[in-house]
């Protein structure tokens, strides 16, 4: 069954802080694709990054940064010099070629950017 | 070009009458996903409609909720004899349809915050 664990459920840091959030995923296909999207207060969730199990090359845009690790079977995603407009929660979600294009989702992390 | 788009907004109701949430997807998008967000279960696969195909429906939670998409674009969720456990943000997402390269990402509509009293 497929499984996604966030395990840090609340982050805080302080501005121009670097901090990485952890996602650990469970699949037995070797076809999958992983997601990050950003949940902020409005409630709206954002895409940020697909990623499929073929591609382990890390990924950098601006500030973000992925690191996609199949030994680990880890996705975990850095946010360099963060901002307080970075606070939001981010949830980390998996979909394989059974689930048809269903997100199985982690339960998120909460990142707490302060002045 | 416009995204996602749910009404209403909020809704109230009282335990034991039906709700109809709406969802609008992005155009061109033929698959379209509803999702249930609850602080105790998380963000929660319920049902994906794809063109014409038969939905998949193996996230309802019970036989009163149930799905339509009209003309492969709007979706309405139905949600019978509410109880005070539906009470949840019912999200929409679209996404284009599945093709050789892989899994589309999907776009998330602002939800629809139901609150059964």
């Known amino acids: 069954a497929q499984k996604v664990t966030q395990a840090q459920t609340e982050i805080s840091v302080v501005e121009k802080e670097d901090v990485t959030l952890d996602c650990v995923y469970e699949?037995?296909?070797?076809?999958?694709?992983l997601f990050w999207y950003k949940q902020p207060p409005s409630g709206e969730l954002v895409f940020l990054i697909r990623?499929?199990?073929?591609?382990?090359q890390n990924e950098i845009s601006g500030r973000y940064s992925w690191n996609f690790q199949k030994s680990t079977s880890s996705f975990n995603f850095t946010i360099t010099a963060s901002q307080v407009v970075d606070s939001a929660v981010y949830f980390c979600?998996?979909?394989?070629?059974?689930?048809?294009?269903?997100?199985?989702f982690g339960k998120g992390t909460k990142l707490s950017v302060k002045p | 070009g416009a995204g996602v788009s749910q009404s209403p907004s909020n809704k109230v109701t009282e335990k034991g009458k039906d709700v109809e949430l709406r969802c609008d997807p992005i155009?061109?998008?033929?698959?379209l996903y509803w999702y249930r967000q609850s602080l105790g279960q998380g963000l929660e696969f319920l049902i994906y409609?794809?063109?014409?195909?038969?939905?998949?429906k193996s996230g309802l939670p019970s036989d009163r909720f149930s799905a339509e998409r009209t003309g492969g674009s709007v979706s309405t969720l139905t949600i019978q004899r509410t109880q005070q456990e539906d009470s949840a943000v019912y999200l929409c997402?679209?996404?284009?349809?599945?093709?050789?390269?892989?899994?589309?990402?999907?776009?998330f509509g602002p939800g629809t915050r139901l609150t059964v009293t």
């Open positions: 979600a998996l979909s394989d070629e059974g689930s048809q294009g269903n997100l199985i």
């Open positions: 699949t037995r296909d070797t076809t999958y694709y």
């Open positions: 997402a679209s996404s284009l349809v599945r093709g050789r390269i892989g899994i589309y990402e999907q776009y």
């Open positions: 990623r499929n199990s073929f591609d382990e």
């Open positions: 409609f794809q063109g014409n195909s038969a939905p998949d």
């Open positions: 155009s061109g998008h033929t698959a």
